[in-house]
C-alpha cells in the first residue's frame, strides 16, 4: 500500500499563488506516476497534471499550463504543484493520486492511490 498525504491548501486572491504538496509513504517503489487531480462542488474529478516519478515527464490540462508546474523531490518522496496567476475557477478540492503504471494517465481509474484532498479557494 501507498499513502499519501497532501499539504497546502488555503484561500489566496486572485492573481495569487499557492504550492501544494503530497507526500508518499509505505510501497513507494512500486510508484511510477504522481498526478494531481481536482473536484469542484458539482463537478466531476478533472485532471490538472502528472509527473513521472523518475524521468520526470509532466503533462497538464490546458486550462493550467503556463500557470502550474509540477515537480518532484525523490529523496523525501514528496511532488509539488505550484499555482500561480490562480482564478476564481480554480476552486477545488485538490487531490493527489499515485500510480503504478508508466506514461502520464489522465483518467482517474487508472490510479491505484489517492489522498484525502485539500481545499483551495480562490477569491475574486
Known amino acids: 500500500q501507498v499513502q499519501l498525504v497532501e499539504s497546502g491548501g488555503g484561500l489566496v486572491q486572485a492573481g495569487g499563488s499557492l504550492r501544494l504538496s503530497c507526500t508518499a509513504s509505505g510501497r513507494t517503489f512500486s510508484v511510477y506516476v504522481m498526478g494531481w487531480f481536482r473536484q469542484a462542488p458539482g463537478k466531476e474529478r478533472e485532471f490538472v497534471g502528472v509527473?513521472?516519478?523518475?524521468?520526470?515527464?509532466?503533462a497538464y490540462v490546458d486550462s493550467v499550463k503556463g500557470r502550474f508546474t509540477i515537480s518532484r523531490d525523490n529523496a523525501k518522496n514528496t511532488v509539488h504543484l505550484q499555482m500561480s496567476s490562480l482564478k476564481p475557477e480554480d476552486t477545488a478540492v485538490y487531490y493527489c493520486?499515485?500510480?503504478?503504471?508508466?506514461?502520464?494517465?489522465?483518467?482517474?481509474?487508472?490510479?491505484?492511490?489517492w489522498g484525502l484532498g485539500t481545499q483551495v479557494t480562490v477569491s475574486s
Open positions: 509527473i513521472n516519478w523518475v524521468g520526470g515527464r509532466t
Open positions: 493520486a499515485a500510480a503504478a503504471r508508466g506514461g502520464l494517465p489522465q483518467i482517474p481509474s487508472l490510479y491505484d492511490y
